[in-house]
């Protein structure tokens, strides 16, 4: 069992959608992040948030908007995604964005788009 | 673009053969870090060397980092069939580039 829980672990949408993948740490983790992995490839950073702030946004279509409530909870919002947006999205937390301590991943959540 | 990496792409060996995959990065580094992956499953950390460490064991793994040739080799001793996954490298940057950035991954196969 890992210590970071997303959920749905599977979701199939259609273009038109709005969904939602969550993620959640109760390990005190003050840094949390979201990757993109398709298949056979390693992940991609998309979001780093730093003590609840958005820090890093590699350059993602606004078709994706992450959100963070509270220190222990990263949701990522999905709206009109493309075919090719269908990938395993994972979910990580470390302690905090500036120290050597390793990220920890959630199982991901593996999202196709019809 | 990526900065890690590892080759061989796949390797396929017996259980209780060592396995070594080799991780080459261009930036300088403030620590490496080995992930394994699961097929389906998430990443698990394995093993963090810092820029200023040679070498590293835990269990029946070793990491050693060569920082003047931008390389690291990660040794799986007395392989299980449990092993099999995929294995990745990624490097942090130093000073305020606090990103992960990760190797193309190595998919090892240990056979029974």
């Known amino acids: 069992d890992t210590e970071v829980t997303q959920t749905p672990k599977h979701l199939v949408m259609g273009m038109t959608n709005k969904k939602s993948l969550k993620c959640e740490q109760h390990?005190?983790?003050?840094?949390m992040y979201w990757y993109k992995q398709k298949a056979k490839k390693p992940p991609e950073l998309m979001f780093v948030?730093?003590?609840?702030?958005?820090?890093i946004n590699e350059s993602v279509p606004s078709r994706f908007s992450p959100e963070c409530p509270n220190s222990s909870l990263l949701n990522l919002h999905l709206h009109a995604l493309q075919p090719e947006d269908s990938a395993l999205y994972l979910c990580a937390s470390s302690q905090d964005p500036g120290s050597s301590q390793p990220q920890h991943f959630g199982d991901g959540t593996r999202l196709s788009i019809l | 673009s990526q900065q890690g990496e590892e080759d061989p792409q796949a390797l396929s060996i017996q259980e209780g053969e060592n396995a070594t995959m080799n991780c080459s990065y261009k930036?300088?580094?403030?620590?490496l870090q080995w992930y394994r992956q699961n097929s389906g499953r998430g990443l698990v950390h394995l093993i963090l060397i810092r820029s200023n460490e040679r070498e590293k064991h835990s269990g029946r793994l070793r990491v050693t980092l060569d920082t003047s040739k931008k390389s690291s080799s990660l040794l799986i001793t007395a392989s299980r069939a449990a092993d099999t996954a995929s294995y990745f490298c990624a490097t942090r940057g130093g000073g305020s580039n606090y990103k992960l950035t990760f190797g193309k991954g190595t998919l090892l196969t240990v056979n029974p």
């Open positions: 930036t300088s580094i403030n620590n």
């Open positions: 948030y730093s003590y609840e702030k958005l820090s």
């Open positions: 390990m005190g983790h003050r840094a």
